[in-house]
């Protein structure tokens, strides 16, 4: 390279063309950025409860019986969204981000099904899990019918590459779980070790969203890593976040039961660093508390708020949120291959409140 050459920069796409009335949904002023996203993809997302909705129809009735009591409850579809954000910020113009939009909510909800399950939940997004209703054996093998429907889905794509991204994500996704079961009750889980786990069990899926946005807009190789970054960072962060509001947040503000993965015996961030900097006596207590949901299945109630409060004034939920905070920038840093439009503007957002919400 000669002297007078600059180095080559990263491949960014090109300017796309922005239709009006996305830019009018987005760009009014007295809406919150989450209402902002909302309206800029009201008429995608219809599409995709609409999709979602006739790929849960079955001659099985407790397939829609439990398909629908799920897909029903709600839930941010945050990672729907991130696969229709990603592919219109790089220009594509057509309706397959619609399918594997649907197809990431249904395998979401499969390991939503199986976790469920696994952790002996009772309560998700404020109503009974499927567990709870219709018993485990139901809800595993429903979270199993999904899984399959999915790959159905996936081939009427026709697209190789994303049946091999997909693939390979639910894979990693299940790997995550066997390592988090492997934590129970371990009291000695290092934050490496954690960070590994929260990058299979829940960045893996945000980052096969947003990447297959990439894939389904033929974007240039580097500009494909980068938004697969951006993606497996959000959801890193996304869940260091849900594990400093199992710490702080109210039931009621997070749908779920306050407590849960301490009381199941799960050595989150927040437990991690609270350990690191333990007096013995606390280190003890805590092993104990670990020990004990190990032993028993579940740590009574009792014994769950006194562990809190040790967490909460040892200054490890700052710590994690912290780190959340640190993701976050990293991912936003990476959408700097995208060209400006209302859709960077929805990603930023949508990364930006991702360590400010309190569910």
Same mark, same amino acid.
Request: charged fraction near 20%; hydrophobic fraction near 40%.
């Given at each position: 390279?000669?002297?007078s050459e600059?180095?080559?920069s990263?491949? @960014?796409?090109?300017?796309?063309p922005?239709?009006?009335?996305?830019?009018? $949904?987005?760009?009014?002023?007295?809406?919150? &950025?989450? =209402? @902002?996203?909302?309206?800029?993809l009201?008429? =995608?997302?219809?599409? !995709?409860?609409?999709?979602?909705? +006739?790929?849960?129809q079955?001659d099985?009735?407790?397939?829609n019986?439990?398909?629908?009591?799920?897909?029903?409850?709600?839930?941010?579809? /945050?990672?729907?969204?991130?696969? /229709?954000?990603?592919?219109?910020?790089?220009?594509?113009q057509?309706n397959?981000?619609?399918?594997?939009?649907?197809?990431?909510?249904?395998?979401?909800?499969?390991?939503?099904?199986?976790?469920?399950?696994?952790?002996?939940?009772?309560?998700? +997004?404020g109503?009974?899990?499927?567990?709870?209703?219709?018993?485990n054996? #139901?809800?595993?093998?429903?979270?199993?019918?999904?899984?399959? +429907?999915?790959?159905?889905?996936?081939?009427?794509?026709?697209?190789?590459?994303?049946?091999?991204?997909?693939?390979?994500?639910?894979?990693?996704?299940?790997?995550?779980?066997?390592?988090?079961?492997?934590?129970?009750?371990e009291?000695?889980?290092?934050?490496?070790?954690?960070?590994?786990v929260?990058?299979a069990?829940?960045? @893996?899926?945000?980052?096969?969203a947003t990447?297959?946005?990439?894939?389904?807009?033929?974007?240039?190789? %580097?500009?494909?890593?980068?938004? #697969?970054?951006?993606?497996?960072r959000?959801g890193?962060?996304?869940?260091?976040? %849900?594990?400093?509001?199992?710490?702080?947040?109210?039931s009621?503000?997070?749908?779920?039961?306050?407590?849960? &993965?301490?009381?199941?015996?799960?050595?989150?961030l927040?437990?991690?660093?609270?350990?690191?900097?333990?007096?013995s006596?606390?280190?003890?207590?805590?092993?104990?508390?670990?020990?004990?949901?190990q032993?028993?299945?579940?740590?009574?109630?009792?014994?769950?708020?006194?562990?809190?409060?040790? !967490?909460c004034?040892?200054?490890?939920i700052? $710590?994690?949120?912290?780190?959340?905070?640190?993701? !976050?920038?990293?991912?936003?840093k990476?959408?700097?291959?995208?060209?400006?439009?209302?859709?960077?503007?929805?990603?930023?957002?949508?990364?930006?409140?991702?360590?400010? $919400? +309190?569910?």
């Amino acid at each position: 390279m000669s002297q007078s050459e600059a180095p080559a920069s990263p491949a @960014k796409v090109s300017d796309i063309p922005i239709p009006e009335a996305d830019f009018v $949904r987005y760009s009014n002023s007295d809406l919150s &950025d989450e =209402s @902002k996203t909302e309206n800029l993809l009201a008429g =995608s997302m219809s599409e !995709v409860d609409q999709k979602i909705r +006739r790929a849960l129809q079955s001659d099985v009735v407790l397939i829609n019986q439990m398909g629908h009591y799920i897909i029903g409850a709600g839930g941010k579809r /945050l990672r729907p969204k991130l696969v /229709l954000l990603s592919a219109l910020a790089q220009g594509y113009q057509g309706n397959h981000h619609t399918n594997i939009a649907a197809i990431i909510e249904f395998i979401h909800t499969a390991t939503l099904l199986h976790d469920d399950v696994v952790d002996s939940s009772s309560l998700r +997004r404020g109503q009974e899990t499927a567990n709870t209703v219709w018993g485990n054996e #139901a809800a595993v093998l429903v979270g199993d019918f999904l899984y399959s +429907r999915s790959f159905e889905m996936m081939v009427e794509v026709g697209q190789m590459r994303v049946m091999e991204i997909l693939s390979s994500a639910t894979n990693t996704i299940a790997a995550g779980e066997v390592m988090q079961l492997m934590n129970i009750g371990e009291a000695q889980v290092s934050v490496e070790r954690y960070m590994e786990v929260i990058a299979a069990k829940t960045g @893996k899926l945000f980052e096969a969203a947003t990447q297959l946005g990439s894939v389904l807009a033929d974007a240039a190789p %580097d500009v494909e890593q980068s938004m #697969a970054h951006y993606g497996a960072r959000l959801g890193q962060a996304f869940q260091l976040i %849900d594990d400093a509001l199992d710490y702080t947040a109210q039931s009621d503000e997070l749908g779920k039961n306050a407590g849960d &993965d301490l009381a199941e015996g799960k050595p989150t961030l927040p437990l991690i660093f609270t350990l690191q900097s333990a007096s013995s006596d606390t280190a003890q207590q805590i092993r104990e508390a670990l020990a004990t949901a190990q032993k028993h299945g579940h740590l009574p109630d009792h014994q769950v708020q006194p562990v809190v409060d040790l !967490v909460c004034q040892s200054g490890a939920i700052e $710590r994690t949120v912290a780190l959340a905070q640190q993701q !976050v920038e990293l991912a936003i840093k990476d959408l700097d291959c995208l060209p400006d439009s209302v859709y960077k503007d929805a990603l930023t957002d949508i990364a930006q409140a991702s360590v400010k $919400r +309190r569910f």
